[in-house]
């Protein structure tokens, strides 16, 4: 079955820097756009970055632009997101996500 | 950017008993290939979002028939016939025809 598993996530300081992987399994990676979504605590879903299918277009919201960076590698069946400049704004659980399906989240907390 | 605005924020509804959801686009979000890119979830406490309803009416897999999903251009609904005590969550829409915007999010709670 479909599993995207996160992880990376912990306490960090601000103006530091996370990096998150997603591994998938159960299905065809490299068929598949991917997205990360985040969503701050008590607080509703935020899309953060996307990537294509090849990794050769990347999108993110306004609010990362310039400090996230998402990637993939096809043949590792992972998808990652470099996290640069954090700051406690940043706080939530970080989800990798399909349309149809999402992983369990991991939870990035920034503060001194 | 497409902007979604989903109402009511909270329901209160006897288990039984219908409820409805509504979720407005700025945009239209019938794409050219035909298909209407909405989404409905489903967030129960302490879990990721699961799917609920694709492309505005069609239910994924083992989702009951007691939700349907509805709608066209930039004007959508989520309804349950009947609710039940584990539909409590949080329900959100979420438009894909431009890459991911979501709903604010609607409670509910069992009366």
């Known amino acids: 079955q479909v599993q995207l598993v996160e992880s990376g996530g912990g306490v960090v300081q601000p103006g530091r820097s996370l990096r998150l992987s997603c591994a998938a399994s159960?299905?065809?990676?490299?068929?598949?756009?991917m997205h990360w979504v985040r969503q701050a605590p008590g607080k509703g879903l935020e899309w953060v970055a996307a990537?294509?299918?090849?990794?050769?277009?990347?999108y993110s919201a306004d609010s990362v632009k310039g400090r996230f960076t998402i990637s993939r590698d096809n043949a590792k069946n992972t998808l990652y997101l470099e996290m640069n400049s954090l700051r406690g704004e940043d706080t939530a659980v970080y989800y990798c996500?399909?349309?149809?399906?999402w992983g369990q989240g991991t939870l990035v907390t920034v503060s001194s | 950017d497409v902007v979604v605005t989903q109402t009511p924020l909270s329901l209160s509804v006897t288990p039984g008993q219908p409820a409805s959801i509504s979720c407005k686009t700025s945009q239209s979000l019938l794409h050219s290939d035909g298909k209407t890119y909405l989404y409905w979830y489903l967030q129960k406490p302490g879990q990721s979002p699961q799917l609920l309803i694709y492309e505005t009416s069609n239910r994924f897999s083992g989702v009951p028939d007691r939700f349907i999903g509805s709608g066209s251009g930039t004007d959508f609904t989520l309804k349950i016939s009947r609710v039940e005590a584990e539909d409590v969550g949080v329900y959100y829409c979420m438009q894909s025809i431009q890459l991911y915007t979501f709903g604010q999010g609607t409670k509910l709670e069992i009366k």
């Open positions: 159960g299905f065809t990676f490299s068929n598949h756009a």
């Open positions: 996500a399909r349309v149809f399906y």
């Open positions: 990537i294509s299918t090849d990794g050769t277009n990347r």
